[in-house]
Each structure stands twice: as C-alpha cells, then as structure tokens.
C-alpha cells in the first residue's frame, strides 16, 4: 500500500481543468481565492483517483469507526 505522500503525488491536475478553474473565478479575485479553488480542485481529482482505485473505506468499516469520530 502506498504511504500518504506517495498517494497525493500520484493525482495531477491537467492544464484544461486548471484554466477551467480560473474561468469561473470572477473578473477580480484574491490570490488567496484561486489557490482556494485550486487545492479544493486538488483534493477533488484525489478523492476520485481514489475512488476509482479502490482507496475507499467500506460501509460496514465506516459504520463502526464513525461513532468513535464523532465523540
């Protein structure tokens, strides 16, 4: 299994949605607003790599280990 550091190196975001990104952003912004929406772009393209390659915790395993989050 791969540690964490190597998992976030894996995902990389690809030019066309990165300028996707910026398009939506409006026609003035903070530099603290596109590097918000660029990490949260980041951590969305990471949750999917990992979806799709079964990095999930299953149903029944989050069922026992989210009451002892929420304490």
């Known amino acids: 299994m791969a540690t964490f ?3 976030y190196c ?3 975001l690809t030019r066309e949605k990165l300028i996707e990104t910026i398009r939506q952003l409006p026609e003035h912004f903070s530099v603290d607003e596109v ?3 660029i990490f949260l772009l980041e ?8 979806s799709v390659t079964g990095q999930v915790t299953p149903d ?3 069922d026992k280990k989210l009451p002892k989050w929420l304490v």
């Open 60 to 62: 029944e395993e989050l």
């Open 35 to 37: 590097i918000d929406r």
């Open 10 to 12: 894996r995902t990389m």
């Open 5 to 7: 550091g190597e998992q």
């Open 43 to 50: 951590k969305i393209e990471t949750g999917l790599h990992q």
